[in-house]
């Protein structure tokens, strides 16, 4: 079956620096790839919509300038925490999706668990 | 209003028993698809189960499968002969509409537990 595989599975870093998190189809084009949150014990949270080529679409409340996303190709979009603080230390989630139309074809990828020191 | 609703925090069952997680949602598309993952301790999401909007029957994959109840918008996941290796949190999620661009949203989850 299709793969996506998220790097780094783990990141510790200090306050204030950045961090960026790749999410890559290994064996399909994904247009479309999609970014989550979650903290321990509760639900994934859609922050952003990434499309290939153009601008993500940030969930209401997502700090753009804080979360940037870039989806450069068809097989990766990235997510770079910027000047990360304690509070921004959570599970990381990508999918992305596989073909057109309303199937059951979304993959997700592994995670990264970010801990700001 | 919540799109996705999971009532049960948590849930207990004894191995080889079956158990049901309440999923409800809210949505006024027509179309739409509703799904169920499983994530373990390890944090990746494992797909179980689908059911579309328009499909007549009641999905099934193995010891899993979809009660689909339309007209009161629930979509319980039933998994039957529980195994200790069920144990993890259970996300019930739904995407409206057709579009590529979709992404699921998602319940808070229903931890299940299974005991020998």
């Known amino acids: 079956g299709a793969v996506v595989s998220q790097h780094p599975s783990w990141v510790i870093c200090k306050s204030g620096t950045s961090v960026k998190i790749e999410c890559r189809s290994l064996?399909?084009?994904?247009?479309?790839m999609f970014w989550y949150r979650q903290f321990p014990k509760q639900s994934l949270m859609l922050m952003a919509t990434?499309?290939?080529?153009?601008?993500?679409?940030?969930e209401q409340g997502v700090e753009k300038d804080k979360f940037l996303i870039n989806h450069a190709s068809l097989t990766l979009s990235t997510l770079t925490v910027t000047s990360a603080h304690p509070e921004d230390s959570s599970f990381y989630i990508c999918?992305?999706?596989?073909?057109?139309?309303?199937?059951?074809?979304?993959?997700f990828g592994e995670g990264s668990r970010l801990t700001v020191l | 209003a919540q799109k996705i609703t999971q009532t049960q925090p948590g849930m207990f069952v004894q191995e080889k028993e079956a158990v049901t997680l309440d999923c409800t949602y809210d949505?006024?598309?027509?179309?739409?698809?509703l799904f169920w993952y499983k994530q373990p301790s390890s944090g990746e999401m494992i797909f179980l189960i689908y059911?579309?909007?328009?499909?007549?029957q009641n999905a099934t994959e193995g010891r899993y499968s979809l009660n689909f109840q339309k007209a009161r918008k629930s979509a319980n996941l039933v998994i039957s002969a529980s195994q200790l290796g069920d144990s993890a949190m259970y996300f019930c999620?739904?995407?409206?509409?057709?579009?590529?661009?979709?992404?699921?949203?998602f319940g808070k989850g229903t931890t299940l537990s299974v005991s020998s």
């Open positions: 999918s992305a999706r596989k073909g057109l139309g309303n199937t059951g074809e979304l993959f």
């Open positions: 064996d399909f084009q994904a247009t479309t």
């Open positions: 059911q579309g909007s328009y499909d007549q």
């Open positions: 990434s499309n290939e080529g153009s601008k993500a679409t940030y």
């Open positions: 999620a739904m995407r409206e509409g057709h579009q590529a661009g979709t992404a699921l949203i």
């Open positions: 949505t006024s598309d027509p179309s739409y698809g």
